[in-house]
């Protein structure tokens, strides 16, 4: 499997992703609102567009579907139940279905709601010497996870986390939706003051090249992100600093609904 991350460098700072077949030239296109960006990226690397897949139904996400599609002729891939909220969904996927692109790709629909109801996360088990790795669209970031804003849920979010994202292999490589880490380690170390992984990275990624970004797996994600960091004493305690009434031992997903409310102010 051949990852290509495309930087947009637009305000929301997007990552839309090409996933290549290495025999057959044949590609999967994710959120590629950049159109232009992954349309030029295929033709050097010699790709074909024959998919599309969209992580959940956002505009910033959709956007650029409708240029790829009628450059390529890509089918349109979203969850099974976002056709009325995307134009032109060829294939509603459901949770464990599988996309294969060409003869070497396989890659695993997750059911990931919170974001939106509506959002698929793909996962890509490891193959040979290819670690596992997971396209997280707007659900998880990279020491962040998605808001709630625009049709979502934190519960269903913290839902998502505990019963699916902390499940995968610890080496499992993440491939967010937009580039944030910056301000979400920021994030950390006002939840947490003491992470010594979140003060290490920190400045690794103050003011770097989103294009040139080192991808993170789970594995450090559950070091530095606060929200897989739900039973840290140091995370509970500054929390009651700003929640009085919270419980002496507050359960996990009280824990990420109120950090999750914190976020959105930050």
Known sequence: MIVERIWTGNSYRNYN????????????????????QCLAVAKKNGWHITQLLNTHEHHDH????????????????????????????????KAGDVIRVGKTVELECMDTPGHTMCHICLRAHARGSAKPAIF???????????????GGDAGLLYETFAKQLTQLPDDTLVYPGHEYIENNLKFTLAREPDN??????????????????????????????????????GVIAKLREAFPDLPEQPDAKTVFVKLRELRNKW
Do not use: M, Q, W
């Open 17 to 36: 992703y090409l996933i290549a077949c290495a025999e057959t030239g044949e590609a999967l296109a994710i959120d590629p609102l950049d159109h232009g």
């Open 62 to 93: 959709t956007g650029g579907n409708a240029a790829v599609v009628e450059a390529t002729g890509a089918k349109v891939i979203a969850h099974h139940l976002a056709g009325s909220k995307i134009a032109g969904v060829d294939r509603g996927v």
């Open 196 to 233: 010594a992984a979140a003060k290490a990275l920190l400045p690794e990624v103050t003011d770097h090249d989103p294009k040139a970004a080192r991808v993170t797996t789970l594995a450090e994600e559950k070091r530095f992100n606060t929200f897989f960091r739900l039973t840290s004493p």
């Open 136 to 150: 997280s669209g707007d659900t998880l970031f990279n020491a962040g996870a998605g808001n709630c804003h625009n």
